[in-house]
């Protein structure tokens, strides 16, 4: 029923909006600690969740009075399109199995500083909502941009 799958989308959205939160948690404690200690001697890489919300399409009906109303006839997960952009190349890359916090990719790929980035991120969200929560499954694009 679309009450059913209004319920399921509504959960997946608030998943959305607690990944965003946790890792944008992440980036405070960086933060924190950079200014505290200096930077690293490494770039921290600016990642992001994909932004998503609920679309719900409502179908309007009359009455036999005459007067309207309206019914949820369908509910989507509506997710920021990700992919090729500006004429750069993209890959889609699983950099994390939600099994382990250990990177999948290998430490010669070029991308491994973003799985062992990642990696961090899942200690200090387990460390910071005392073992409550961490974000796993981490995978997604990896855009370069050309520059010409």
Same mark, same amino acid.
């Given at each position: 029923s ?19 939160? +946790? ?10 600690? $950079? ?16 932004? *998503?919300?609920?679309a ?6 009359? &009455? ?5 109303? &309206? ?24 950099? $994390? ?7 999948l +990719? *290998?430490?010669?790929?070029? +991308?491994?500083? $973003?799985?062992?980035? +990642? ?18 499954d981490?995978?997604?694009?990896? &855009?370069? $941009?050309?520059?010409?």
């Amino acid at each position: 029923s679309v009450d059913s799958e209004l319920e399921k989308t509504l959960i997946e959205a608030n998943v959305f909006y607690w990944a965003a939160s +946790l890792l944008s948690h992440t980036y405070s404690y960086i933060s924190q600690v $950079i200014s505290a200690k200096g930077s690293p001697p490494f770039e921290v890489p600016q990642l992001h969740f994909v932004k *998503a919300g609920v679309a719900i399409v409502h179908d309007s009906m009359t &009455t036999k009075s005459g007067g309207k109303v &309206t019914t949820m006839h369908r509910v989507y997960l509506v997710e920021e399109l990700i992919g090729d952009c500006n004429g750069g190349s993209s890959e889609f890359i699983k950099f $994390i199995h939600n099994g382990s916090a250990i990177p999948l +990719l *290998a430490e010669v790929d070029p +991308l491994y500083f $973003i799985a062992e980035f +990642l990696s961090f991120t899942q200690h200090v969200q387990y460390e910071k909502t005392g073992g409550l929560a961490y974000v796993s499954d981490l995978q997604g694009m990896y &855009t370069t $941009i050309l520059m010409t």
